[in-house]
Nanobody, 123 residues
Framework: QVQLVESGGGLVQAGGSLRLSCAAS????????MGWFRQAPGKEREFVAA????????WYADSVKGRFTISRDNARNTVTLQMNSLKPEDTAVYYC????????????????WGQGTQVTVSS
């Protein structure tokens, strides 16, 4: 079983940037699609971004496209989410997940989840 630990969250003003990291341990994530999800207070958890096992393909929610970038380093067993031009509506707990898939209608994860890291964007 893969253990995932997120870091890099915090408080930032609108228009600012944050870089989230997800460190995996227990086994290599090199064969898994990985992704980020977020959950705002009172809302359901939603998909943010995903990256294929090789890093050759990426997918984004429309709400973050052009502002967020997902990347991975399989040698270091890490996944990163670079978030630029942050908006107050990006405020949420961000979760890293393994074995991320899409059924054409929604994205979901069948592997492990991290404990989450809080991102707060002030206006």
């Amino acid at each position: 079983q893969v253990q995932l630990v997120e870091s890099g969250g915090g408080l930032v003003q609108a228009g600012g940037s944050l870089r989230l990291s997800c460190a995996a341990s227990g086994r290599t994530i090199g064969s898994y699609n990985m992704g980020w999800f977020r959950q705002a207070p009172g809302k359901e958890r939603e998909f943010v971004a995903a990256i294929s096992w090789s890093g050759g393909s990426t997918w984004y929610a429309d709400s973050v496209k052009g502002r967020f970038t997902i990347s991975r380093d399989n040698a270091r067993n890490t996944v990163t989410l670079q978030m630029n031009s942050l908006k107050p509506e990006d405020t949420a707990v961000y979760y890293c997940a393994s074995k991320v898939e899409s059924n054409g209608r929604k994205w979901y994860a069948t592997g492990s989840w991290g404990q989450g890291t809080q991102v707060t964007v002030s206006s």
